[in-house]
């Protein structure tokens, strides 16, 4: 589980691979001050390390609750242009996406 | 003729049904308030008098014409900016939403409609709910009302500010690790975080699902009593709503707390509390053990493990969430004539998110990436479990829970924003009770230096009956000594 004691630290390579998954695009500036802010604040997570979890179950968000059945009826929902009104761009009553291929 | 702003929810509806003024005339002395105090304050980030001018006529109509009146009849209420309205933009204090309009409400903005309130606008807050400050905003900070160099909390913060000042009667604001309870303690308001699943999250734009609850903010427990009957209720477009019969919470007030147990954890006044805090605090304490309630010292050993697993399991959440964001259905977008969708999508992102969130999605991405998952996010979840057997525990012997909202006084405006970890400290108080679903108040006590300390009151899922029952003995033995003496009187 946790490795106590020797706390990973995250380096700058690491940082700007996190950056590219989570995709925003980062500055060197940022990367320089992510990196030492995320090493602060991991170092801080360590302290769960001090608690043994090996025979703790992961908590249920929702464990109280039971499945909801309902009659498969239609009710009104968005009319096109009230869905695309917000769009950054439009064609033909279609979002226009930025070129993926 | 008595300036409606400086009255109550509860004065303003029995006085708007009784034709004391028209709702439109209650109306026009809240909206001089707001001329007065928001350019000092920046409570608001939309604001929209014509609409609320308009609504409170429709309201006047409805009483000439003696047509049955809502529980809220005429009362100007401050809205979150993270609560979707169609009437309004909602920008979640974001460059990334700035502009949009949702082309649907809220549950509860229609449980407020129903019931005859007036919404005033859309009130500023720390960018995606990510913050204790509400200086994260992209709009520009919110100023505590009591002290306008210093902060109100966050990150509902401009909620708090509104209510306090009195430029709404009541607001909502929305509650992930202490949201609404920490800006109330700052502004010196009640505020409520109600059970998870109490009340409807349909319309609230999420950052952390499994944690946040929208609550109310008032400078009244009986006010906030009677919001949290508005909009406590099961909804079947949130698939966390409990399914139970709707309640009238402000019935429970009357009662007294004689026989009452408290719980008193000593980590509530642990390392990093401020001693004035904690004396505050324990003075109250004593009030209430003067009127029959029986005050015992406790421990919830895990308490202090709260704070790293509630900031992995938000900061996972948020970072799948605010996966959401590509700016081309809605949002911020640069110019895309060019570039393809990865970059696109990257720029937006980069641009249209500030720092703080950016840090939290990147810290969550890395929680759940693969290799370090059941280190941080896996780990987080198991230590939740434990931090819920320890309260409900303690439940089993305790009514409720003792201690303050906040470790700290509030602080200057620019103190602490440059260091991210400091700020996540001023939570650990205020993060237990949404790993573990309980509800959870903020009461008035006093002051220190002239400025607001808050009372936190814990209370078992679902006892929102015990909780607002010990915060109105609370507030009956501080009688009168509460009334704002900000800086706008």
New interface residues.
């Given amino acids: 589980?946790?490795?106590s004691g020797a706390v990973?630290k995250?380096s700058e390579k690491?940082?700007e691979h996190?950056?590219?998954?989570?995709?925003?695009?980062?500055?060197e500036e940022?990367k320089k001050l992510?990196t030492k802010?995320?090493n602060?604040?991991?170092e801080?997570?360590e302290?769960?390390?001090?608690?043994d979890?090996d025979a703790?179950?992961?908590?249920p968000?929702?464990s109280?609750?039971t499945t909801?059945f309902?009659a498969d009826t239609v009710k009104p929902s968005?009319t096109r242009d009230?869905?695309l009104?917000?769009?950054?761009?439009t064609e033909r009553g279609f979002?226009?996406?930025?070129?993926?291929v | 003729m008595v300036k409606p702003y400086l009255l109550t929810a509860r004065e303003v509806v029995a006085a708007v049904r009784r034709g004391d003024f028209t709702a439109e005339e209650c109306l026009h002395s809240f909206l001089d308030r707001t001329k007065t105090v928001e350019a000092d304050l920046h409570a608001f980030i939309t604001l929209k008098e014509d609409l609320a001018l308009q609504r409170a006529r429709e309201i006047d109509r409805k009483v000439r014409k003696g047509e049955a009146l809502g529980r809220l009849v005429g009362v100007p209420v401050a809205l979150k900016d993270i609560i979707c309205t169609k009437d309004f933009p909602t920008t979640c204090g974001s460059r990334m939403l700035e502009g949009f309009t949702p082309p649907y409400n809220a549950t509860v903005v229609d449980d407020l409609l129903k019931e005859d309130a007036i919404i005033l606008g859309k009130t500023n807050m720390d960018e995606f709910a990510m913050g204790t400050s509400t200086e994260t905003s992209y709009f520009g900070p919110t100023r505590n009302p009591w002290r306008l160099t210093h902060v109100p909390g966050g990150s509902s913060g401009g909620s708090a500010a509104a209510t306090a000042s009195k430029e709404a009667v009541v607001a909502l604001g929305s509650d992930t690790g202490g949201s609404v309870r920490c800006p109330a303690s700052f502004c010196s308001v009640v505020g409520l975080k109600p059970t998870y699943g109490l009340v409807s999250r349909y319309g609230l734009i999420a950052y952390a699902n499994s944690l946040e609850q929208i609550g109310p903010l008032s400078r009244t427990v009986y006010d906030c009593a009677l919001l949290l009957s508005v909009i406590a209720h099961h909804d079947p477009l949130d698939a966390t709503s409990i399914n139970l019969p709707p309640h009238t919470y402000t019935a429970f007030l009357d009662a007294d707390v004689d026989g009452v147990k408290i719980g008193v954890p000593r980590e509530f006044f642990g390392e990093g509390v401020d001693e004035r805090v904690s004396q505050t605090i324990r003075t109250s304490i004593d009030r209430l053990e003067g009127l029959g309630a029986v005050c015992v010292a406790c421990s919830l050993p895990t308490l202090k493990y709260s704070l790293p697993a509630y900031y992995l399991i938000a900061m996972s959440e948020a970072s799948s969430n605010l996966a959401r964001y590509d700016g081309v259905r809605y949002g911020y977008s640069v110019d895309y004539s060019t570039g393809d969708w990865n970059t696109v999508f990257s720029q937006n992102r980069r641009r249209g998110f500030g720092a703080e969130v950016r840090r939290r999605i990147m810290l969550g991405t890395y929680a759940l990436s693969s290799g370090y998952y059941d280190m941080y996010y896996l780990k987080a979840l198991k230590v939740r479990t434990l931090i819920t057997m320890d309260f409900k525990k303690a439940f089993k012997t305790f009514d409720v829970l003792i201690g303050p909202t906040m470790p700290v006084l509030p602080f200057k405006i620019g103190e602490k924003i440059h260091d991210p970890l400091a700020l996540y400290m001023c939570d650990i108080l205020t993060v237990p009770q949404n790993l573990v679903g309980c509800p959870a108040i903020s009461i008035p006590c006093g002051f220190v230096d002239g400025l607001p300390v808050g009372m936190q009151i814990t209370a078992a899922p679902l006892r929102e009956d015990l909780l607002l029952r010990a915060a109105s003995a609370v507030e009956k033995s501080l009688d009168g000594k509460m009334d704002f003496e900000g800086e706008f009187t």
Avoid: C, G, H, W
């Fill in positions: 589980m946790f490795m990973k995250i690491e940082v996190v950056a590219a998954l989570a995709r925003i695009d980062i500055s940022d992510f802010q995320f602060t604040i991991l801080y997570f302290i769960l390390s001090e608690l979890t703790v179950a992961p908590f968000p929702v109280t609750l909801a309902r968005l009230e869905a009104k917000n769009a950054s761009k979002f226009k996406a930025p070129k993926i």
